[in-house]
């Protein structure tokens, strides 16, 4: 029997956790990038305990986390005078088993990234490679790829969709669903080591 083959759609966040994990449990994957560069792109998010516990089983640990980012301990609200509004611990110190990040989404991305280069090799991440479609084979699944070389096909066992808000996949899954919509809602934040 042939060893599995996953094909990844997206090499965000979600597709290289995703070749890290496929990788611990011993199987073969191939992450296809849209982008012709992987850039350290995005805004700040939280990575709460949760999501740290995966990457702590990943073995991304603390030390790999506190070079792209700073343990949340405190989410605080403060009036424009610096006054206290309301406060509430973070992580650990809010009783959880594991700390809580603030990161910045790219630097999260490209640690990521270095770790599948390290631990699966460097032809395990294929950039300017945009998923465009796929077919379901009595093997298992042929995606179509779109490059600066023109149009080929990738055969394996399995993809995984993980190319984002614009998902070709999504779209040809459920092509009856409109595309996801930008809700208008936007979020000012920030991060400080020390109380304002």
């Not at 997206?10 to 994957?29: F, S």
């Not at 005078?81 to 490209?110: S, T």
């Not at 390290?118 to 998923?131: C, N, Q």
């Not at 459920?174 to 930008?182: K, N, T």
């Amino acid at each position: 029997m042939t060893q599995p083959h996953i094909i990844i759609a997206g090499g965000g966040i979600g597709g290289m956790a995703m070749a890290l994990t496929l990788h611990q449990i011993g199987l073969r994957c191939t992450v296809l990038e849209a982008v012709p560069e992987l850039k350290p792109l995005g805004v700040g998010i939280n990575l709460q305990p949760n999501a740290v516990r995966e990457l702590f089983d990943l073995g991304i640990g603390a030390e790999a986390l506190d070079r792209v980012g700073l343990p949340a301990l405190e989410w605080a609200l403060v009036g424009q005078n610096g006054n206290d509004i309301h406060a509430e611990p973070r992580g650990l110190k809010a009783g959880y088993h594991w700390p809580q990040y603030a990161v910045h989404r790219g630097d999260l991305q490209m640690l990521l990234y270095r770790e599948v280069v390290a631990r699966l090799g460097a032809d395990a991440v294929r950039t300017g490679a945009r998923v465009t479609g796929y077919e379901i084979t009595a093997e298992g699944v042929v995606a179509q790829i779109r490059s600066a070389e023109g149009e080929e096909r990738l055969s394996g066992t399995l993809l995984i969709a993980a190319d984002g808000l614009h998902s070709a996949i999504r779209a040809q899954m459920h092509p009856d669903q409109p595309p996801i919509q930008w809700g208008g809602a936007i979020l000012w934040r920030g991060v400080t080591r020390a109380k304002p």
